[in-house]
């Protein structure tokens, strides 16, 4: 099961919107409802912010929404601020019942 | 709080083993599907496997199946991962995680352990 791509880096200055791509095939991310989108901070662990394409867990600003088309998902972080800056990671369901990882990206904050 | 505290990471040779465990505090253990997640030093996550609430479903990722052995005690609260066969490339972080109540794989991860490292060195 091959990574799903994601950009290696994004950037944008606080306050404007950023969007991350996280392309699969119809096997993982076309075929289901079932992509996730992580946060992760330098030397800490993951946090989940989006799941089942565009859910919001419990306690994730509304600043964080996601959508998907065709074989490709997308995050979208609106009104950027400095804590949004670390690495985020999408992820689906496949039809082998396993769980694909995107390579990440890195989003800098200007 | 609802938390995870892996360990039974360290230093191992090529072809040795390694028996990583995860202990689950918090919250009701037995309800919920738990799975490995490794990430190698500087690079993304890999998911590696998953185990059902009740042990009944289990899956692997290709590049650990048949070496590595998921399990649990639901009376322990406690997860484990046996890995057998070690290679260089398993070299990384493991987060023991738990998926989202009632969604299995198909979810999200939303309680993260803060990982054990595992290094597989001659």
């Known amino acids: 099961q091959s990574a799903l791509t994601q950009p290696a880096s994004v950037s944008g200055s606080p306050g404007q919107s950023i969007t991350i791509s996280c392309t699969g095939t119809?096997?993982?991310?076309?075929?289901?409802?079932?992509v996730s989108w992580y946060q992760q901070h330098p030397g800490k662990a993951p946090k989940l912010m989006i799941f089942?394409?565009?859910n919001r867990p419990s306690g994730v600003s509304n600043r964080f929404s996601g959508s998907k088309s065709g074989n490709t998902a997308s995050l979208t972080i609106s009104g950027l601020q400095a804590e949004d800056e670390a690495h985020y990671f999408c992820?689906?369901?496949?039809?082998?019942?396993?769980?694909?990882f995107g390579g990440g990206t890195k989003l800098t904050v200007l | 709080e609802e938390q995870l505290v892996e360990s039974g990471g360290g230093s191992v040779q090529p072809g040795g083993s390694l028996r990583l465990s995860c202990a689950a505090s918090?919250?009701?253990?037995?309800?919920?599907?738990m799975n490995w997640v490794r990430q190698a030093p500087g690079k993304g996550l890999e998911w590696i496997s998953y185990?059902?609430?009740?042990?009944?479903?289990?899956y692997y990722a290709d590049s650990v199946r048949g070496r590595f052995t998921i399990s649990r005690d639901n009376a322990r609260n406690t997860l484990y991962l046996q890995m057998n066969s070690l290679r260089d490339d398993d070299t990384a972080l493991y987060y023991c995680?738990?998926?989202?109540?009632?969604?299995?794989?198909?979810?999200?991860?939303?309680?993260w352990g803060q990982g054990t490292t595992v290094t597989v060195s001659s």
């Open positions: 995680a738990r998926f989202l109540p009632g969604y299995g794989l198909r979810g999200g991860i939303d309680v």
């Open positions: 918090g919250f009701t253990f037995n309800r919920y599907n």
């Open positions: 185990i059902s609430s009740s042990s009944i479903t289990i």
């Open positions: 119809s096997s993982d991310v076309g075929g289901y409802n079932f």
């Open positions: 089942s394409v565009n």
């Open positions: 992820s689906s369901y496949t039809s082998s019942d396993t769980l694909v």
